[in-house]
């Protein structure tokens, strides 16, 4: 069986948190340790998939016992507990993710249970668990995040409760409202009320411009502009939406275009962050034709940002079809079947090749098929009117 190793002081919120929980509140074992000088030793002893650490230690002592055991263990899943402040958990380099510290054990339940499964996927791939050994700026979502989450699972929740939440961020309150009025919607009147437009929005959407809004936060390198992918994604993010909806697609399986498309460059976010100078290279080498890019990624690092991107989105348990859907928004080979994965992968393909005609003079990509060739033009004509839905 997968174990978990919980490294955490005595008489911690995180020890006795774990004293407390269910037997069925996780089908793994798990090892308490009161000091990070004993986690090398007992790594070392047996085949371990997570460690998870408590905040509470020395922060310099915490990030060495990560970079130690990404080095010496890369297929071990590292995550942190961290109580918040102000809405906002501490940074922790060496980690993949930070999590909230909460007065209960449910919510970690489903993390664990997939970090259980990045860890095999790790230990399955070597040059993966490498590539992410190296990387101590995984980005972790925003607190904000985990409440809005259990504000939507709790019995009382509602828009309301989403909205007060959602007002602790200003610049998130001012892109929920822009979107809300902008002519996707093409709505009589403007959205003033902010429970309003997460109620036009949906919850699912909401989840997605916090999560896009974190990533898209930081400081670019020299040379790179995060406002250019920013809009990149809303377009891809708006065109899948629609294109799922033209193939007949459900209002869930909508709502997953919207957020696999707002997310699926983050693997190059992540890139940029832990490997600028090389990455930048790979950027000018592909003059902005993210086939090149994908194709350059690959020979470099073993897989193309959208993989690696699918990587972090299954660590923050996003739904299955949206990691799937990032995963391969960049595969323009075989043919493409889930609806979420195909609406994405064509958006960006549309998006990406910038064709203004319909591509009947082109062969076109594997994984549209012959049969959805003759909706082409149509996609095209909603393509062509990205511009003014994200300005």
Not at 207 to 212: F, G, I, P, T
């Amino acid at each position: 069986m997968s174990e978990i190793l919980l490294a955490a002081p005595e008489g911690s919120a995180t020890e006795r948190l774990f004293r407390t929980r269910a037997p069925s509140e996780g089908a793994y074992d798990a090892t308490l340790l009161p000091d990070l000088a004993a986690v090398s030793g007992t790594l070392a002893g047996r085949r371990w998939s997570v460690l998870l650490a408590d905040a509470a230690f020395d922060q310099a002592d915490l990030e060495r016992t990560l970079q130690e055991t990404a080095q010496s263990h890369p297929e071990v899943v590292r995550l942190v507990i961290a109580e918040t402040s102000n809405g906002s958990g501490p940074e922790i380099r060496g980690a993949h993710q930070v999590l909230p510290e909460k007065d209960d054990w449910t919510y970690l339940a489903p993390v664990l249970s997939t970090a259980l499964e990045v860890s095999a996927q790790l230990s399955a791939n070597p040059r993966l668990a490498g590539l992410l050994s190296k990387m101590d700026k995984l980005p972790s979502p925003p607190m904000l995040y985990f409440d809005l989450r259990e504000e939507l699972e709790s019995e009382a929740g509602g828009t309301a409760g989403l909205a007060r939440i959602a007002a602790r961020d200003p610049a998130l309150v001012a892109e929920v409202l822009k979107i809300a009025n902008s002519g996707f919607y093409a709505l009589p009147r403007s959205v003033t009320d902010l429970a309003d437009a997460i109620r036009l929005l949906g919850s699912d959407a909401l989840l997605s411009l916090v999560l896009a809004a974190h990533v898209f936060s930081g400081m670019p390198p020299p040379g790179m502009r995060l406002d250019v992918l920013w809009k990149h994604s809303a377009r891809v993010s708006s065109l899948a939406r629609q294109i799922a909806a033209m193939q007949g697609a459900n209002r869930n399986q909508q709502s997953a275009c919207a957020v696999a498309g707002i997310l699926h460059d983050i693997g190059l976010i992540v890139l940029l962050e832990n490997d600028p100078s090389t990455y930048q290279q790979l950027w000018k080498e592909s003059n902005g034709d993210e086939a090149k890019l994908a194709e350059r990624e690959q020979a470099t690092y073993g897989l193309n940002h959208g993989e690696l991107g699918a990587m972090v989105l299954k660590l923050w348990t996003l739904p299955e079809e949206i990691v799937q859907a990032v995963n391969i928004s960049h595969h323009w080979g075989e043919p493409v079947e889930a609806p979420v994965a195909l609406a994405v992968t064509t958006a960006e393909w549309l998006i990406d090749t910038s064709r203004s005609d319909a591509a009947s003079e082109e062969p076109l990509p594997g994984f549209l098929g012959g049969s959805i060739s003759a909706q082409l033009a149509d996609w095209i004509e909603i393509r062509d009117g990205q511009e003014q839905e994200v300005a």
